[in-house]
Protein backbone atom coordinates (compact mmCIF):
# COMPACT_ATOMS: atom_id res chain seq x y z
CA UNK A 1 0.00 0.00 0.00
CA UNK A 2 3.15 2.41 0.71
CA UNK A 3 3.16 2.77 -3.39
CA UNK A 4 -0.65 3.70 -3.99
CA UNK A 5 -0.77 6.24 -0.84
CA UNK A 6 2.48 7.70 -2.44
CA UNK A 7 0.10 7.71 -5.89
CA UNK A 8 -2.98 8.75 -4.12
CA UNK A 9 -1.38 12.03 -2.60
CA UNK A 10 -0.01 12.62 -6.46
CA UNK A 11 -3.71 12.37 -8.16
CA UNK A 12 -5.33 15.18 -6.26
CA UNK A 13 -7.75 13.11 -5.31
CA UNK A 14 -10.66 14.22 -2.90
CA UNK A 15 -9.78 13.55 0.77
CA UNK A 16 -13.12 11.39 1.70
CA UNK A 17 -12.26 9.46 -1.12
CA UNK A 18 -8.74 8.71 0.16
CA UNK A 19 -10.11 8.11 3.65
CA UNK A 20 -12.38 5.35 1.84
CA UNK A 21 -9.57 3.52 0.29
CA UNK A 22 -7.52 3.29 3.15
CA UNK A 23 -10.49 2.03 5.22
CA UNK A 24 -10.59 5.30 7.57
CA UNK A 25 -14.27 5.34 6.92
CA UNK A 26 -17.01 2.38 7.27
CA UNK A 27 -19.20 2.04 3.62
CA UNK A 28 -22.03 0.21 5.30
CA UNK A 29 -24.10 -2.06 3.35
CA UNK A 30 -21.86 -2.50 0.22
CA UNK A 31 -19.76 -5.23 0.11
CA UNK A 32 -18.28 -4.30 -3.12
CA UNK A 33 -16.33 -1.94 -2.26
CA UNK A 34 -13.55 -3.83 -0.87
CA UNK A 35 -9.65 -2.96 0.21
CA UNK A 36 -7.05 -3.94 -2.35
CA UNK A 37 -4.33 -5.08 -0.53
CA UNK A 38 -4.26 -9.10 -0.91
CA UNK A 39 -5.99 -8.77 -4.26
CA UNK A 40 -4.28 -8.34 -7.75
CA UNK A 41 -5.94 -8.61 -11.46
CA UNK A 42 -4.53 -8.15 -14.45
CA UNK A 43 -5.46 -4.81 -15.75
CA UNK A 44 -4.23 -2.52 -17.79
CA UNK A 45 -1.28 0.15 -16.15
CA UNK A 46 -3.35 3.12 -17.12
CA UNK A 47 -6.26 1.40 -14.37
CA UNK A 48 -5.27 2.60 -11.36
CA UNK A 49 -7.51 0.57 -8.87
CA UNK A 50 -9.04 1.53 -5.50
CA UNK A 51 -11.28 -1.23 -4.92
CA UNK A 52 -12.34 -4.26 -5.30
CA UNK A 53 -15.74 -5.75 -6.24
CA UNK A 54 -17.93 -9.09 -7.00
CA UNK A 55 -16.13 -11.53 -8.48
CA UNK A 56 -13.27 -10.43 -10.61
CA UNK A 57 -13.48 -6.23 -10.59
CA UNK A 58 -12.09 -3.43 -9.97
CA UNK A 59 -13.25 0.53 -9.32
CA UNK A 60 -10.92 2.73 -9.83
CA UNK A 61 -9.74 5.76 -12.30
CA UNK A 62 -7.95 5.95 -15.71
CA UNK A 63 -4.86 8.13 -15.89
CA UNK A 64 -2.97 8.35 -19.00
CA UNK A 65 0.28 9.78 -19.74
CA UNK A 66 2.10 11.11 -22.71
CA UNK A 67 -0.76 13.08 -23.87
CA UNK A 68 -3.65 15.32 -22.24
CA UNK A 69 -6.63 13.93 -20.96
CA UNK A 70 -9.41 13.95 -18.56
CA UNK A 71 -9.27 11.56 -15.95
CA UNK A 72 -12.47 9.05 -15.03
CA UNK A 73 -13.77 6.91 -12.75
CA UNK A 74 -14.45 4.08 -14.28
CA UNK A 75 -15.66 0.47 -13.31
CA UNK A 76 -13.56 -2.77 -14.97
CA UNK A 77 -15.03 -6.50 -15.35
CA UNK A 78 -12.15 -8.32 -16.38
CA UNK A 79 -14.95 -10.90 -17.42
CA UNK A 80 -15.91 -8.55 -20.08
CA UNK A 81 -12.61 -6.67 -20.52
CA UNK A 82 -13.79 -3.28 -20.69
CA UNK A 83 -13.70 -0.18 -18.26
CA UNK A 84 -16.73 2.00 -18.20
CA UNK A 85 -16.77 5.47 -17.16
CA UNK A 86 -19.20 5.52 -14.48
CA UNK A 87 -18.74 8.91 -12.57
CA UNK A 88 -16.57 11.98 -13.79
CA UNK A 89 -16.69 14.46 -10.53
CA UNK A 90 -16.26 12.90 -7.02
CA UNK A 91 -19.94 13.99 -6.13
CA UNK A 92 -20.69 11.59 -9.13
CA UNK A 93 -18.52 8.64 -7.28
CA UNK A 94 -19.98 9.59 -3.99
CA UNK A 95 -23.59 9.63 -5.39
CA UNK A 96 -23.35 5.91 -6.70
CA UNK A 97 -22.74 4.59 -3.45
CA UNK A 98 -25.72 6.98 -1.95
CA UNK A 99 -28.01 5.50 -4.18
CA UNK A 100 -26.89 1.43 -3.74
CA UNK A 101 -27.22 1.85 -0.08
CA UNK A 102 -30.93 3.55 -0.45
CA UNK A 103 -31.97 0.97 -2.40
CA UNK A 104 -30.96 -1.60 -0.08
CA UNK A 105 -32.17 -0.03 2.76
CA UNK A 106 -35.13 1.44 0.93
CA UNK A 107 -34.64 4.55 2.57
CA UNK A 108 -31.82 6.76 4.63
CA UNK A 109 -31.12 5.08 7.43
CA UNK A 110 -29.36 6.42 10.30
CA UNK A 111 -25.84 4.85 8.74
CA UNK A 112 -26.25 6.06 5.33
CA UNK A 113 -27.12 10.06 6.89
CA UNK A 114 -24.03 8.69 9.31
CA UNK A 115 -22.16 7.79 5.68
CA UNK A 116 -22.90 10.95 4.18
CA UNK A 117 -21.90 13.25 7.07
CA UNK A 118 -18.66 12.18 6.74
CA UNK A 119 -17.92 12.33 2.91
CA UNK A 120 -19.64 15.48 2.84
CA UNK A 121 -22.93 14.44 0.74
CA UNK A 122 -25.39 16.94 0.96
CA UNK A 123 -27.85 16.06 -1.46
CA UNK A 124 -29.21 12.71 0.21
CA UNK A 125 -32.79 13.68 0.34
CA UNK A 126 -32.34 14.13 -3.41
CA UNK A 127 -30.95 11.30 -3.92
CA UNK A 128 -33.70 9.23 -1.66
CA UNK A 129 -36.61 10.87 -3.43
CA UNK A 130 -34.62 10.15 -6.94
CA UNK A 131 -34.49 6.36 -5.71
CA UNK A 132 -38.17 6.67 -4.94
CA UNK A 133 -39.06 7.54 -8.42
CA UNK A 134 -37.32 5.80 -10.56
CA UNK A 135 -35.07 2.85 -8.32
CA UNK A 136 -31.65 2.79 -9.69
CA UNK A 137 -31.10 2.38 -13.08
CA UNK A 138 -28.55 4.21 -14.72
CA UNK A 139 -30.29 5.11 -17.49
CA UNK A 140 -32.46 7.52 -15.47
CA UNK A 141 -29.10 9.01 -13.74
CA UNK A 142 -29.99 12.47 -15.80
CA UNK A 143 -32.50 13.31 -13.85
CA UNK A 144 -30.37 13.60 -10.64
CA UNK A 145 -28.83 17.33 -10.93
CA UNK A 146 -25.36 15.97 -9.98
CA UNK A 147 -25.61 13.61 -13.22
CA UNK A 148 -27.18 16.14 -15.57
CA UNK A 149 -23.71 18.50 -15.82
CA UNK A 150 -20.54 16.54 -16.76
CA UNK A 151 -22.85 13.37 -17.45
CA UNK A 152 -20.26 10.31 -17.42
CA UNK A 153 -20.47 8.61 -20.98
CA UNK A 154 -22.22 5.31 -19.09
CA UNK A 155 -25.17 6.76 -18.67
CA UNK A 156 -25.12 9.30 -21.47
CA UNK A 157 -28.68 8.78 -24.02
CA UNK A 158 -27.01 10.36 -27.30
CA UNK A 159 -23.37 11.05 -28.29
CA UNK A 160 -24.41 14.72 -29.11
CA UNK A 161 -25.20 14.95 -24.80
CA UNK A 162 -21.83 14.50 -23.79
CA UNK A 163 -18.97 16.48 -23.63
CA UNK A 164 -16.37 14.21 -22.10
CA UNK A 165 -13.40 12.52 -23.57
CA UNK A 166 -14.39 9.16 -22.49
CA UNK A 167 -14.21 6.69 -26.09
CA UNK A 168 -16.74 4.46 -25.81
CA UNK A 169 -19.82 2.96 -23.57
CA UNK A 170 -21.60 0.11 -24.50
CA UNK A 171 -24.44 2.03 -26.73
CA UNK A 172 -21.88 4.88 -28.54
CA UNK A 173 -18.78 5.65 -29.81
CA UNK A 174 -16.71 8.89 -29.21
CA UNK A 175 -14.94 9.01 -32.23
CA UNK A 176 -13.27 12.45 -31.75
CA UNK A 177 -11.07 10.53 -28.84
CA UNK A 178 -10.62 6.92 -30.90
CA UNK A 179 -7.01 7.96 -31.18
CA UNK A 180 -6.58 8.82 -27.90
CA UNK A 181 -7.69 5.40 -26.31
CA UNK A 182 -6.47 1.69 -25.33
CA UNK A 183 -8.76 -0.80 -26.47
CA UNK A 184 -10.00 -1.97 -22.77
CA UNK A 185 -11.71 1.52 -22.97
CA UNK A 186 -13.67 0.03 -26.37
CA UNK A 187 -16.77 -2.07 -25.62
CA UNK A 188 -16.46 -4.75 -27.39
CA UNK A 189 -14.38 -5.95 -30.34
CA UNK A 190 -17.15 -5.32 -32.79
CA UNK A 191 -17.02 -1.64 -32.30
CA UNK A 192 -13.63 -1.63 -33.15
CA UNK A 193 -13.90 -3.11 -36.76
CA UNK A 194 -16.37 -0.73 -37.36
CA UNK A 195 -14.11 2.20 -36.92
CA UNK A 196 -12.62 3.57 -39.87
CA UNK A 197 -8.78 3.79 -39.92
CA UNK A 198 -8.63 2.65 -36.14
CA UNK A 199 -4.86 3.02 -34.56
CA UNK A 200 -3.12 -0.20 -35.07
CA UNK A 201 -2.80 -0.81 -31.67
CA UNK A 202 -6.51 -1.25 -30.82
CA UNK A 203 -6.42 -4.13 -33.45
CA UNK A 204 -7.13 -7.32 -31.30
CA UNK A 205 -4.78 -9.50 -33.75
CA UNK A 206 -1.67 -7.53 -34.00
CA UNK A 207 1.31 -8.66 -31.55
CA UNK A 208 1.75 -5.57 -29.20
CA UNK A 209 5.01 -6.01 -27.85
CA UNK A 210 6.52 -5.70 -31.57
CA UNK A 211 3.91 -2.90 -32.33
CA UNK A 212 5.20 -1.30 -28.75
CA UNK A 213 9.10 -1.06 -29.75
CA UNK A 214 8.05 0.08 -33.12
CA UNK A 215 7.06 3.16 -31.00
CA UNK A 216 9.63 3.65 -29.01
CA UNK A 217 12.67 3.03 -32.01
CA UNK A 218 10.21 6.24 -33.51
CA UNK A 219 9.82 8.18 -29.82
CA UNK A 220 6.19 7.61 -30.12
CA UNK A 221 5.71 7.36 -26.36
CA UNK A 222 1.94 8.20 -26.34
CA UNK A 223 1.45 5.53 -29.29
CA UNK A 224 3.81 3.10 -27.22
CA UNK A 225 2.13 3.92 -23.93
CA UNK A 226 -1.43 3.11 -25.71
CA UNK A 227 0.11 0.22 -27.28
CA UNK A 228 1.31 -0.98 -23.49
CA UNK A 229 -2.66 -0.57 -22.21
CA UNK A 230 -4.28 -2.76 -24.86
CA UNK A 231 -4.79 -6.38 -25.21
CA UNK A 232 -2.44 -9.48 -26.09
CA UNK A 233 0.33 -9.18 -24.07
CA UNK A 234 2.17 -11.27 -21.38
CA UNK A 235 2.03 -9.46 -18.49
CA UNK A 236 6.24 -9.76 -18.01
CA UNK A 237 6.47 -8.01 -21.34
CA UNK A 238 4.09 -5.40 -20.23
CA UNK A 239 6.91 -4.92 -16.99
CA UNK A 240 9.54 -4.88 -19.21
CA UNK A 241 7.51 -2.24 -21.49
CA UNK A 242 6.48 0.15 -18.57
CA UNK A 243 10.48 -0.42 -17.31
CA UNK A 244 11.49 1.16 -20.88
CA UNK A 245 8.87 4.16 -20.20
CA UNK A 246 10.31 5.14 -16.91
CA UNK A 247 13.41 5.23 -18.78
CA UNK A 248 12.16 8.01 -20.98
CA UNK A 249 10.04 10.16 -18.42
CA UNK A 250 10.93 11.55 -14.99
CA UNK A 251 7.09 12.38 -14.21
CA UNK A 252 7.27 11.78 -10.84
CA UNK A 253 3.37 9.73 -11.15
CA UNK A 254 4.32 7.98 -13.77
CA UNK A 255 6.99 6.07 -12.16
CA UNK A 256 4.91 5.09 -8.85
CA UNK A 257 2.23 3.88 -11.27
CA UNK A 258 4.72 1.60 -13.28
CA UNK A 259 6.18 0.58 -10.17
CA UNK A 260 2.99 0.09 -8.32
CA UNK A 261 1.55 -2.44 -11.23
CA UNK A 262 4.88 -4.27 -11.38
CA UNK A 263 4.96 -5.00 -7.49
CA UNK A 264 1.74 -6.02 -7.84
CA UNK A 265 1.85 -8.43 -10.58
CA UNK A 266 4.82 -10.32 -8.95
CA UNK A 267 3.59 -10.46 -5.81
CA UNK A 268 0.37 -12.37 -7.55
CA UNK A 269 3.09 -13.88 -9.37
CA UNK A 270 1.45 -13.12 -12.60
CA UNK A 271 4.05 -12.40 -15.07
CA UNK A 272 3.16 -15.57 -17.37
CA UNK A 273 -0.72 -14.93 -17.53
CA UNK A 274 -2.00 -12.91 -20.32
CA UNK A 275 -4.20 -9.71 -20.91
Not at 75 to 101: A, H, K, P, W
Request: with cysteine.
Amino acid sequence: MILLNKILDNLDLDENLIRLINQEIKIPYLDDYNHIEGYWYPHPPCLIPFFTGFGASYKGVIRHFFFEREMSYVEFELENGYMSEVSRTIDQFFTRMVIDMDMIEEGLSPKILSFCKEINIKNAKEIDAFCEEYGNNPRDYINLPVFAQKTPLRYALTIDTYDGQYPSSPKLLNKNYIKDACSYEIATKEVIETIFEAPSWLNFKNEKFTLFNKYISEDKLKEAWLTLNSNNWILNDVAEGLEILKSKTKDKLFHLVADNWIEGMEKANKGKESY
